[in-house]
């Protein structure tokens, strides 16, 4: 089976929409098909200030969501990035091997340290990309379930295990990005030309899946749209309709098509009444089960536990066989 690995941060405390539809719901469709390793990221979260009681509850409260979302741990191996040391070794190699001008076009550096101002950014949150290149090598991972976000992150990731199996000898599978089209980026519900995101998006513009689903149902119906009144699918003259229906289309399953002709002759209108009603129909049951599996900590953490002995197995491997081809001495 190909292998898969993805990560999630714990960061806000709640998924939001473009997560879940961009990556984690790939995560679980991959899961039947693949050798899947999922991770919360928890080394990335301190990129920028975390309190420390809130990570550490926001890391259970990350796998608990990644469970309600369908992850299953006899069929994937879930774990928490710190538990597994080998990422922050492998980080430090492919650190020394990154050339300073290329991590510095690392676009999503540019609008996060711009967004915080340079002197607040930290040299972490700069080298975060390379951290991913290590985790994404360390499995040897065919694919990597991702938004669009994350293809240059990829894309880097390529060039350096190039870079290393061109100097050192073949070591690490050069990994693909796995991006589905229609859910690539899902767009923020008050301005259809940014990203839905956790740091950019305003309240009204962000879904956050263990909201009052009140107050998402609010939000989808508050919409922004456009003073036309079709319902069609065209992403450069009705951003926000396409958005919509790409939502409402991967919830129900529905094609995009299919959507257009149910509302033709409809208004905008009808149209978000009933998406946030699917909302509302998904949102629930999500939150009672993220809520279920936070109520049991110790399984919680020992799935977790589980899944970090998987994880460093294959890790572990991975980084004795790197270490070897840098030169370090063996400890004996
Ligand atoms: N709007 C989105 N559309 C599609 N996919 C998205 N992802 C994030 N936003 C969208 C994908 O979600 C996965 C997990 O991302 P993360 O843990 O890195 O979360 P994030 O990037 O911190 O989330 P935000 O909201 O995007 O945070 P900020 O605002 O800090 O940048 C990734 O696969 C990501 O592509």
């Not at 690995?5 to 039947?32: C, D, K, M």
């Not at 259970?60 to 309600?68: E, G, P, V």
């Not at 396409?242 to 289309?249: C, E, K």
Request: aromatic content about 8%; proline content about 5%.
């Amino acid at each position: 089976r190909p292998r898969v690995l993805s990560g999630i941060q714990p960061t806000a405390g709640s998924f939001h929409l473009g997560n879940y539809l961009g990556a984690v719901r790939q995560w679980v469709a991959l899961q039947e098909s693949h050798d899947a390793f999922y991770m919360v990221v928890d080394l990335h979260a301190i990129t920028v200030p975390q309190e420390p009681a809130d990570l550490r509850a926001n890391t259970r409260l990350a796998t608990a969501q990644l469970l309600a979302a369908g992850l299953d741990p006899e069929r994937c191996t879930l774990f928490v990035q710190s538990h597994v040391p080998e990422h922050a070794q492998l980080a430090w190699i492919m650190n020394c091997l990154t050339g300073f001008g290329e991590a510095s076009r690392m676009t999503q550096f540019k609008d996060k340290s711009a967004r915080q101002g340079s002197d607040r950014a930290s040299v972490g949150l700069f080298t975060y990309p390379i951290l991913q290149v290590a985790d994404i090598l360390l499995y040897q991972a065919n694919e990597v379930p991702v938004g669009e976000d994350q293809r240059q992150h990829i894309e880097l990731t390529r060039d350096l295990a190039e870079r290393f199996n061109g100097r050192f000898g073949e070591t690490f599978t050069v990994p693909k990005p796995y991006i589905l089209k229609e859910t690539a980026k899902i767009f923020d519900l008050q301005d259809p030309s940014i990203k839905m995101s956790k740091s950019a998006s305003t309240p009204k513009g962000l879904i956050n899946l263990l909201d009052d689903p009140k107050a998402t149902a609010k939000k989808v119906k508050s919409a922004v749209t456009d003073t036309d009144t079709v319902i069609r699918y065209d992403t450069d003259l009705k951003p926000g309709v396409s958005n919509l229906l790409t939502i409402y289309s991967t919830l129900t399953r529905t094609g995009v098509a299919e959507l257009e002709e149910k509302y033709a002759g409809k208004g905008y209108g009808a149209l978000k009444t009933d998406l946030a009603e699917v909302m509302v129909d998904f949102v629930t049951p999500f939150r009672e089960r993220t809520q279920q599996y936070l109520d049991d900590p110790e399984t919680l953490d020992s799935i977790l536990a589980k899944g970090a002995e998987k994880a460093r197995a294959v890790a572990g491997e991975t980084l004795a066989q790197a270490y070897d081809r840098v030169g370090f001495l063996p400890a004996k």
